[in-house]
C-alpha cells in the first residue's frame, strides 16, 4: 500500500494508510468465501478501487457533514475512500446485493468508521422513501446515464450534486438531454482524468438538481421499457 501514497494525487496521512491497508486485507479475505470483486492484485486496487474512487477530492473538498449516497457501491467504491479521507461525511452505501452489504457491515466497523449506513435495497425503491434527502450522491454503477438520472436526481435536496463515474465513450454514445429537462437538472461539470501507470482514461459527470419534480423515479420495469 506505500504505492498508494505515491501515486495519490491527494495527502494521505498515514493513520489513513493504514485504514486503506486494512481495507484492502479485509477486501481480500471476505472475497476468498465471498464474490465481491475480480479486481485484487494491490496495483490494481490501488488505482481502479481507491485512486478512481478518490481522484475527484483533487478538485473538490466535501467541507462540511454533507450527507451522501453512494448507489449500487459493490464492496464499497467510491463511498469507504471518500469516507476514509473525509470523515466528516456522513455516507450511506446502497446496494441490491445483500452480501456484499453484509461484508460492508463488517469492514466498517473493523475499520471504526463512524456514521456510515449499509442499505440493501434497490435505488428505485430506497428512493421512494428518500425523495430530496441527500446533498450529494455518487455512482460507479454500470447503468446508462438516463436511467442513473432518473434513480439518482429525485433522491437529492434541491441544489444537490449527482457524481457519475463514466468512460468517454459513455459520454459521446448516450443522449441524456431528454432526462435532463424532465427531472429539471443541468450538467454542471464535467472532469476527465488519466489514472496513473497508463491505467486508462476516466470521466466524472457532474450534476445540478435546480427543481423536485413529482413522479420520479418511475417504476424500474416502465424505466427499462421507456427511457426520458
Partial sequence: MTQ????????????????????????????????LTSITEAMDVVIKHFIDSFW?????????NLNILDIGTGPG?????LKILRPNLYVSLLD????????LKHVTETLQLNNVTCIHDR?????????????????????NMATLLELSIPMLKEGGYLYLYVTP????SENIMNALKILKTTTYKRYDYDLPMNYGKRSIMVFKKQKHVMGYPRAYATILKKGL
Fill in 169 to 172: 465513450q459513455q459520454i459521446a
Fill in 77 to 81: 467504491y467510491p463511498g469507504l475512500p
Fill in 4 to 35: 498508494l501514497k505515491t501515486l495519490s494525487p491527494v495527502d494521505i496521512s498515514d493513520d489513513q494508510l493504514r485504514l486503506f491497508q486494512t481495507l484492502y486485507q479485509e477486501m481480500l479475505a471476505y472475497n476468498a468465501h465471498t464474490n
Fill in 123 to 143: 435505488a428505485e425503491h430506497h428512493a421512494l422513501s428518500h425523495l430530496n434527502h441527500y446533498d450529494v450522491i455518487f455512482s460507479r454503477a454500470t447503468a
Fill in 56 to 64: 475527484i477530492l483533487k478538485e473538490v473538498s466535501f467541507d462540511g
Fill in 96 to 103: 441490491s446485493n445483500l452480501k456484499k452489504i453484509q461484508y
